[in-house]
């Protein structure tokens, strides 16, 4: 029986994952490295430091620990400015209203974004009092796709595992959820969210029906 259901916030519930993008293609620009929306595939989801390790892998570039830290703080505040100049609009059409009917099901609602800015984001669009629990990436070691993320999230919410479903739109989001031993559904494409237990394109899409599909899953 599904009685919490938890959320990654960019790319999900806001389009602060286009905004990860861009500020990570400035530095890879500046960098001189080829970086595409195909690549940027596999840093959703992981941190900051574990995606500039990346981005630097893709150009064969390696750094010394204080060039690398300067480099994400670089690109940090570049995201915080994007993200400090969005608007509530930004909010994808159906998550607020998605939240509000998982809720009248007497369901928990938990966030776990991966992100060290989800405070800050969900602050900015006013929605941080719609969550029972907020874990992001200050409060773990090991982010997506490790379970801990939301293994911390469900025992917050005072649920089991196996009775959250995860909304996500990471590879590596996906990967830890199932990990974590909880039901999935993807947002957004098929090919990069297969493993997933349903897979929707835009966070509107999801259907209260589809839970009952996902329990028997
Ligand atoms: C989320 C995003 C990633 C981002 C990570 C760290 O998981 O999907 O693209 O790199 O958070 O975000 P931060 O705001 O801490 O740099
Ligand atoms: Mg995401």
């Known amino acids: 029986m599904i009685r919490a ?8 519930i806001v389009d602060t994952a286009h905004y990860h993008f861009l500020a990570w293609k400035r530095l890879a620009d500046e960098l001189g490295v080829n970086f595409t929306e195909h690549d940027n595939e596999r840093l959703k989801g992981v941190s900051r430091m574990h995606s500039l390790e990346i981005l630097l892998s893709l150009g064969d570039i390696s750094l010394s620990k204080k ?22 609009e930004e909010i994808f059409p159906g998550a607020k209203q998605l939240i509000q009917d998982l809720r009248a099901k007497d369901l928990k609602i938990g966030l776990a974004s991966s992100s060290k800015n989800a405070a800050r984001v969900i602050h900015l669009l006013n929605i941080e009092h719609d969550f029972d629990a907020v874990v992001d990436g200050n409060m773990i070691r090991q982010s997506k796709p ?10 917050k919410l005072g649920v089991v595992p196996k009775q959250c479903l995860v909304f996500e739109d990471a590879e590596a989001g996906v990967e830890a959820a199932l990990a974590a031993g909880m039901k999935c559904v993807g947002v957004g494409m098929e090919e990069q969210l297969r493993k997933a237990d349903k897979v929707i394109s835009k966070i509107g899409e999801f259907k209260l029906s589809f839970l009952r599909e996902l329990e028997v899953v």
């Not at 259901?5 to 999900?12: H, Q």
């Not at 490790?146 to 025992?155: K, N, T």
């Open 5 to 12: 259901c938890i959320f990654d916030l960019d790319g999900v």
């Open 67 to 88: 060039e690398k830290e300067a480099m994400a703080d670089k690109k940090n505040a570049w995201f915080v400015d994007y993200v400090d100049r969005m608007a509530p």
């Open 146 to 155: 490790d379970p801990e993320i939301f293994l911390l999230a469900a025992e």
